[in-house]
């Protein structure tokens, strides 16, 4: 763990910290604490990964994070962040979304996206034998994403089923009533899975608008973890995220810090954009 606590002890890698902490388990029964390494690996053009090399583990996992998230809903439509997030991966390129997932399901390549208040976040699951189709699939997904009207209103449906429960359940009302008081004016204060009123009024138009300006290169942190090296890992960068524009197009988000009853009950948090 020592090698590991001095990677992440660095000022540039703190900011990785979360994405590479997840991965860190696939690499850790396999090898001794004291033999990991962090590897920082750049590409040709410059998208900047942090590797974990685990050769005797058949499997590759990269997590990646898009600063962003929901803080960058347009305003009055809260939760568009997490509706790209779940149609994503579905439709993409020439694939629709029935040939698209068995696609990946019979290469048992997983490929998933969430969103939080700053980051809109993905995962890739595969084996390495699969290696060069699933960065193929994570591209479409990154640069291709068809956003077809049936995958849309079946996720935005889910989430508006999700919302309904939420709306009675009294841990979900108190925790959305805290950001709203705590962030009141602030776009912390929005829900990030949105609201009943916000859903539907979300087009596929804002969709895209939205990965137009979050997903970018130089807005990517990335962590990889398993059996792949320095050299493979800078192609595979290119070949996945190499396609995406160069800059994000990001509103500034204000320094927040929690205000009203709600600072007293959470006297330490302050948030802040990277």
């Not at 596929?204 to 792949?228: C, E, F, P, S, W």
Request: charged fraction near 20%.
């Amino acid at each position: 763990m020592n090698a590991i606590a001095r990677a992440l002890s660095k000022p540039i890698s703190h900011r990785i910290a979360a994405a590479i902490a997840p991965l860190l388990a696939l690499a850790m029964p396999a090898a001794p604490a004291s033999a990991t390494t962090i590897e920082r690996v750049v590409s040709a053009s410059g998208i900047e990964a942090w590797l974990v090399r685990e050769p005797a583990v058949p499997l590759i996992a990269i997590d990646f994070a898009f600063d962003g998230g929901a803080a960058q809903d347009p305003p009055g439509k809260a939760g568009t962040a997490y509706l790209v997030s779940a149609t994503l991966n579905d439709g993409v390129g020439e694939f629709d979304s029935k040939t698209f997932h068995a696609r990946l399901e019979r290469k048992a390549i997983e490929i998933n996206f969430t969103a939080d208040r700053d980051t809109l976040r993905g995962t890739l699951r595969t084996l390495t034998e699969n290696r060069d189709e699933a960065f193929d699939y994570l591209r479409l997904c990154l640069t291709a994403a068809r956003f077809d009207s049936a995958d849309v209103e079946l996720n935005r449906a889910q989430i508006m089923s999700t919302l309904r429960r939420d709306s009675t359940s009294p841990t979900d009302i108190a925790n959305r009533r805290w950001w709203e008081t705590a962030f009141a004016g602030h776009p912390y204060g929005r829900p990030v899975t949105g609201t009943l009123e916000s859903m539907p009024s979300i087009t596929i138009d804002d969709l895209k608008t939205y990965t137009r300006h979050v997903l970018a290169r130089q807005n990517v942190k990335i962590a990889v973890v398993g059996d792949i090296d320095a050299a493979t890992v800078r192609t595979m960068l290119d070949r996945a995220f190499g396609g995406l524009p160069a800059k994000p197009e990001l509103t500034p988000i204000p320094v927040a810090t929690p205000n009203g009853p709600a600072a007293a009950s959470s006297p330490t948090l302050t948030c802040r954009r990277p």
